[in-house]
Structure formats: C-alpha cells, structure tokens
C-alpha cells in the first residue's frame, strides 16, 4: 500500500523518471537488494510497471504485466557474468516526450523510455554503463590469458623440463588455486561501486 502511495507521488507514468536517493526506500526493487553483501542502489529509472534498478552488483529489472496489475517478475543481472554492450541514448526531437536509453546485458536487450528533462541523469548512467562494459572486456582478455599462460606450463611439464619441488599433486594444487584466484577473483570484478560514485551525480 505504501509503495503503490509512493509510486503515485513520483508522479511516475508510462515513461520513465529517475528516481532520486530520498526515495529508494520507497520502491519494489529495494526489497530484492542483498544489503547484507554490501548491495546498494546508485541509479533508479521508474514508470508506471517497470523499475530499473542499477546497484553496484547488478541490475534488478521489477518487471510489470502491465500498469493496472500487481503483478511482478524479478529478474536479475550479475555485472560478474553479463556483459554490457550496445549503449546509446536516443535523444528526443521536438514533439517527443521521452528520451531512450539502449543497452544489452548478453543476449538480453533493453529499451528504456525516459522522460527527456531528466538528459543529465540519463548521461551519467550512459557514462557508467560503458566503463563497465569495457571493464568488463578487459577482464575478460586477462581471464584468457590466464588459461593460456596455464596451458604454457601444461606444455613445459609434457616436455619434462618443469622445475623439481614437490609433487605433481602439490604442483596442480598450486596452479589450480592460482588459476582460480585469477579467473574468480582478480579478473572478474562484481563491485562497481567505484564507478557508479565517479559518474551518477543524482
């Protein structure tokens, strides 16, 4: 009850606004946060069935039937295993209402309609959005060159030429746990909290 009386004091329609930090608490996507691994919200976009929830883990789409159902579908979308591509903003001409914020997270593509007074802000998620993505890619070259790099010292032990300390076993537990550390850890990044606090400026 108290977040439709919310909803309907943002003002909020069938396109989009931004919803400022005073009122996160107020909205559906709030419930589904994981506060207590540190998950916070830095971005909102709010219309009349859809919420659009940027934290520094992911996105959490609050999906809507439509706008005269309750009903809702809570979908998901780690940045540690979607890549973000394809952002754009399509500016509104005269006669438009509403401005469009484009991105793929995968395979999943979205289409967001704005309100056009709220360009800055759209602007600054436009900005954080790409510096994920090519994060992101980086990551992603330094994971593969880590199973190469595992691959090179495959091929040293195959050729008997790998240095004497230990046993095979201790040597594979030692590269497993060091492949692990680089492809789980410090090649794929989960928190981006640095980022959203340089650019989102709502």
């Keep these: 009850m108290f977040k439709k009386f919310a909803a309907e004091a943002l003002g909020i329609s069938d396109i989009g606004v931004i919803v400022g930090p005073e009122d996160y608490s107020k909205v559906d996507a709030d419930d589904y946060l994981f506060s207590e691994d540190g ?16 934290t520094n883990l992911a996105l959490i789409h609050v999906d809507g039937d439509s706008a005269v159902s309750s009903k809702r579908s809570i979908r998901r979308y780690d940045y540690a295993s ?3 591509t394809g952002v754009s903003i399509e500016t509104a001409g005269t006669l438009d209402m509403d401005i469009e914020l484009k991105f793929n997270l995968d395979a999943t593509q979205f289409s967001i309609d ?35 790099a595992l691959e090179a010292t495959a091929s040293v032990h195959k050729l008997n030429i790998a240095p004497d300390g ?22 794929t990044r989960r928190d981006f909290s640095d980022v959203f606090a340089k650019y989102i400026h709502n």
């Design 114 to 148: 704005v309100k056009k007074n709220f360009i800055e802000q759209l602007k600054d998620i436009y900005k954080a959005l790409i510096s994920i993505g090519r994060q992101q890619r980086r990551d992603a070259t330094c994971r593969d060159n880590a199973l190469r």
């Design 166 to 187: 230990g046993s095979l076993t201790t040597q594979f537990n030692a590269l497993l746990a060091a492949l692990n550390t680089a492809v789980l850890d410090t090649h």
């Design 82 to 84: 979607h890549l973000i």
């Design 39 to 54: 998950e916070q919200i830095f971005f909102l976009i709010k219309s009349k069935k859809d919420e659009y929830c940027f």
